[in-house]
């Protein structure tokens, strides 16, 4: 028995380390922020705009909304991973989980000098988080019929 829930309990560790990073990156002020995203769409624009060019006002904005995919795509898999352990439909709740989490990490910013909390955000991390969930299935899926 003891085992079992020191599995659980490991499992849910990158959880908590990635929910972590996302705090600590949203607990930011906006000019330290900005200027995170800024110096990485600088590098990344300077690569692209080598094969064509760029409206790099839009592109520093798709970096922004794009590190909210990203992270809380990556927030579904860990999440989903995590409550595979439990036998209840976890789907669903890791979707729930992250979506609390997403909601939670924009009401945190509206306490942060220059950020705020926007509702795009949030639909923006569910959605990373609702794909990050359906390819854990597939590659399951695919890993179970190999």
């Given at each position: 028995m003891v085992h079992t829930d020191v599995k659980k309990f490991i499992f849910w560790i990158p959880v908590l380390i990635w929910m972590s990073v996302i705090f600590y990156l949203s607990h930011q002020p906006g000019s330290e922020s900005s200027e995170l995203s800024s110096d990485l769409a600088a590098k990344i624009l300077y690569l692209i705009e080598l094969i064509f060019p760029v409206n790099s006002d839009y592109f520093h904005h798709f970096i922004r909304k794009s590190a909210h995919f990203i992270a809380y795509f990556i927030l579904g898999?860990?999440?989903?991973?995590?409550?595979?352990?439990?036998?209840?439909?976890?789907?669903?709740?890791?979707?729930?989980?992250?979506?609390?989490?997403?909601?939670?990490?924009?009401?945190?910013?509206?306490?942060?000098?220059?950020?705020?909390?926007?509702?795009?955000?949030?639909l923006i991390d569910g959605t990373g988080a609702f794909i990050g969930i359906g390819v854990y299935f597939l590659l399951k899926k695919n890993a179970l019929s190999s």
């Open positions: 898999i860990l999440v989903v991973n995590a409550l595979r352990i439990h036998n209840f439909k976890y789907a669903a709740y890791a979707f729930l989980i992250c979506v609390l989490y997403a909601i939670s990490d924009e009401v945190h910013q509206l306490f942060i000098p220059g950020r705020s909390g926007e509702v795009r955000d949030v």
